[in-house]
């Protein structure tokens, strides 16, 4: 059985940090195309942190230089740091963990979500 967790979130105010946790089980996942993404209320979901290759990561515009993606999937854990927060971080943050299913080709899981609220 797959399972793909979040945890972290929650209140944080403006300039403030947070950490958010992924733990993920139950398959061959692999680390490029595993990362963070975000849903804010009435907009689309969209990529914050991910990983295009081992060691190389991609961040959204708006958060470059303020979030850090991290850990191993691979392994069950991947990170997002999130520093220096503004009201515009506040969505539902969501882990993807990619993995490779019995057919050879990848396979996205997601987690159910961890709120990130930031108050001014």
């Known amino acids: 059985q797959v399972q793909v967790v979040e945890s972290g979130g929650g209140l944080v105010q403006a300039g403030g940090s947070l950490r958010l946790s992924c733990t993920a089980s139950?398959?061959?996942?692999?680390?490029?195309?595993s990362g963070w993404f975000r849903q804010a209320p009435g907009k689309q979901r969209e990529a914050v942190a991910t990983?295009?290759?081992?060691?190389?990561?991609n961040y959204a515009a708006s958060v470059q230089g303020r979030f850090t993606i991290s850990g191993d999937i691979v392994k069950g854990t991947m990170f997002l740091q999130l520093n220096n927060v503004q009201s515009e971080d506040t969505a539902v943050y969501y882990c993807?963990?990619?993995?490779?299913?019995?057919?050879?080709?990848?396979?996205?899981?997601w987690g159910q979500g961890t709120q990130v609220t930031v108050s001014s």
């Open positions: 993807k963990a990619r993995a490779w299913t019995t057919t050879g080709r990848p396979y996205d899981f």
């Open positions: 990983f295009t290759s081992v060691g190389s990561r």
């Open positions: 139950g398959a061959d996942f692999m680390l490029a195309g």
